[in-house]
């Protein structure tokens, strides 16, 4: 089965070809990240826009790169919940139209079900049920995937994402927009140890997030030093401030995956890039014993392959769309 797939949640506009929900044929993504990073964030005025400019152009060139023509798409699927409005509602249009003109199903995809998806390419042997670690610039989530189309949270942040934060913490320190990466490269060679900041636990919610006090106090070891008129040590920072992040979300996911027993653990979304994490949650799942799932970072990323292998699955169950199809801001995983 062939699925045109369209992601335009945030700033990256992606149309992708995949056959089967496993095997990707093309993927072509526009970002419009330049832009945003003169105003230090995404503006979703700028991103619809942009998303309007390219997607059609976009969905061409995938069709060329996959060496297929419009006939050979069995259905399209799209992201329609969670992101940006604005943003979102483009893919879904397009989608609607693309799918009407060419007679085949309509499949609405949830966007951090997507991000799940990046592990099935990625590893073509893993199939549910797993514990997975969601933690990008909008979600920080431990997931319970008990199956392709079910699954239900476990933890959730009570505030800001992770990647959120990364993306402030970067901001004040001079280090730019987008920050995970220049914030993970700066990191390197770091003391992790350099700054004490606060862990959070969240009352009768053992595997629930917080990361807005976390922020705030690394804010304030930033303002002091700056009131002080020193150089900021970047390079302790970012690596304090990395193994603070890396201290809520490892411990949490592995007292999950150990009390479901399921012995598999996936990380997703863009934050899955971040090395402190990633070396962390490795050291934790080869001392337990549990296979460990991590997409390559191409797939970290808002891309339209994870969105047309979740699509398959989602075909598969039933769950299909139609030309009244909305787009959603929020929606819960649970849902669709």
Known sequence: MLILAVESSCDETAVALVKDGREVLADCIASSVEMHKLYGGVVPEIASRKHIEVIADLADAALEKAGVTRRDIDAVAVTYAPGLIGA????????????YALGVPLIPVHHVRGHIAANYIAH???????????????????VDVRGYTEMEILGATHDDAAGECFDKIARVMGLGYPGGGPLDRAAQGGDDKAF??????????????????????????????????EPLPVADLAASFSAAVSRELVPRTMEAAQALGYGKVAVVGGVAANSRIRGDLEAACQKTGISLYLPPLKLCGDNGAMIGSQGYYEYLAGNLGDTDLNAYANREISLG
């Open 196 to 229: 004490s900041l606060p862990a959070v636990h969240v009352q009768d919610a053992p595997l629930d997030l917080s990361f807005s006090g976390l922020k705030t106090a690394m804010l304030n070891q930033i303002h002091k030093i700056q009131q002080k008129g």
């Open 88 to 99: 979102v509602l483009v893919g879904v249009n397009f989608a609607k139209s693309v799918a």
């Open 124 to 142: 073509r042997e893993l199939e549910p049920p797993f514990v997975c670690l969601c933690v990008s610039g909008g979600t920080s989530l431990i």
